[in-house]
């Protein structure tokens, strides 16, 4: 409890400004406030109910991958079909038993106690005969990797999950250091990028876990220092201990719910690497002019990449920013312990919550 306490006193005495250097990717959230409370660190109280604590079953986004360019969509050929139809068909109509997947004896379920997530996909995969074991390493697999049958199966297990509605819990984990005490704007708060239904991410409560099981050692990671493998991939830098090296030991973490879902897409990559949307077209990078790729620790399948079995994280990314409704929450988060920060009003205004 004091760890948190001390490092909310000690970084949010006063006031910030907007970073020159902020992602555009990163949570924008105005607080509003009369005036800037002065924090006595041994006032500050965690929150100790119980559904701040839950290990049941990813998040920047979060979600976990957070991108620092912005995107547009535009309409231009496909590079690469799916099952002899368009990139729109390998996002919507496929079935089992268009697919060839070679079966194999499935081992149970790994999770202790199954979620709706997994209980989908668990009955995804006994339609298909194929294991989790197999299913795990295919989520685990850059879909420029993969055939076609194996992406054409991953493709449809992930489109049977449901997509957020405007009661759906999200969540967004994100860096301190970005866009958050404005104390002074008036504006409403929004959200974007990568993102994960809190019900899937439950179970990420520190650092460690939210870097293993949201990936957040991309390129350039606020959270912990990376490396490029043997095998190409980025990953997290290690001890020889084997723990992570971080950069931190704090976040931010955001739980919100939004009106605006028709923003909110899954981030799948095409054959080749590309980037594209709910239509199948592909992204192309306003700046550059050249599509969009899905880049390392990204998969591109729809599903987080986690070398644990614990972290099963469905992804999805705002792909332009939504208001936050009324309630929703911002925490921070040290070494594991988490305080309420920030809350939605009425007016769509986060504003601060004294501890």
Same mark, same amino acid.
């Given at each position: ?16 400004? =907007?970073?020159? $250097? /902020? ?40 979600? %976990?991958? @957070?991108?620092?360019?912005? %995107? ?12 002899? =139809?368009? %990139? ?67 493709? =449809? ?19 301190? !250091? ?21 019900? =899937? ?28 493998? /043997? ?28 009106? !605006? ?22 992204r192309m990078n306003s700046s550059t002019g050249k599509p969009d790729k899905v880049i390392d620790p990204a998969s591109g399948n729809g599903f987080i990449k986690s070398d644990s079995d614990e972290f099963l994280v469905p992804e ?10 009324? $309630?929703?929450?911002?925490? @921070? ?23």
């Amino acid at each position: 409890m004091n760890s948190a306490g001390n490092y909310f006193g000690k970084k949010f005495g006063a006031p910030s400004v =907007d970073l020159p $250097g /902020a992602k555009a990717s990163h949570l924008d959230v105005p607080l509003q406030t009369k005036q800037i409370p002065k924090l006595d660190p041994a006032n500050v109280r965690l929150d100790s109910r119980p559904d701040l604590h839950l290990k049941a079953s990813p998040a920047d986004g979060t979600l %976990a991958k @957070l991108k620092n360019h912005p %995107a547009v969509s535009m309409d231009v050929p496909k590079v690469k079909q799916v099952s002899g =139809d368009s %990139a729109t068909k390998a996002i919507g109509g496929i079935k089992p038993s268009d697919v060839d997947v070679p079966k194999a004896k499935g081992t149970a379920n790994p999770s202790p106690s199954q979620s709706k997530t997994r209980a989908i996909i668990d009955q995804k995969l006994q339609e298909y005969g194929v294991s989790w074991d197999e299913f795990n390493r295919l989520r685990n697999t850059h879909v420029t990797q993969m055939t076609q049958s194996e992406y054409d199966m991953m493709i =449809d297990i992930r489109n049977t999950i449901p997509y957020p509605n405007n009661s759906t819990v999200m969540q967004k984990i994100m860096p301190i !250091e970005d866009e958050v005490w404005l104390f002074n704007r008036k504006e409403k708060a929004t959200v974007g990028g990568y993102v994960a239904k809190r019900s =899937d991410a439950k179970n990420i409560t520190t650092i460690q876990e939210a870097v293993e099981g949201l990936r957040l050692d991309y390129e350039g990671s606020p959270f912990v220092e990376t490396m490029i493998d /043997a095998n190409g991939n980025r990953v997290a830098v290690r001890d020889q201990n084997g723990n992570l090296v971080l950069k931190t030991d704090a976040y931010l973490r955001l739980e919100y719910t939004t009106d !605006e879902t028709g923003y909110i897409q899954i981030p799948y990559g095409d054959m080749d690497g590309n980037s594209i949307d709910i239509d199948g077209n592909i992204r192309m990078n306003s700046s550059t002019g050249k599509p969009d790729k899905v880049i390392d620790p990204a998969s591109g399948n729809g599903f987080i990449k986690s070398d644990s079995d614990e972290f099963l994280v469905p992804e999805y990314r705002h792909s332009d920013r939504s208001r936050l409704k009324e $309630g929703s929450k911002l925490y @921070l988060n040290v070494g594991g312990e988490e305080v309420l920060v920030g809350r939605v009003n009425k007016d769509g205004i986060m504003e601060y919550v004294e501890g």
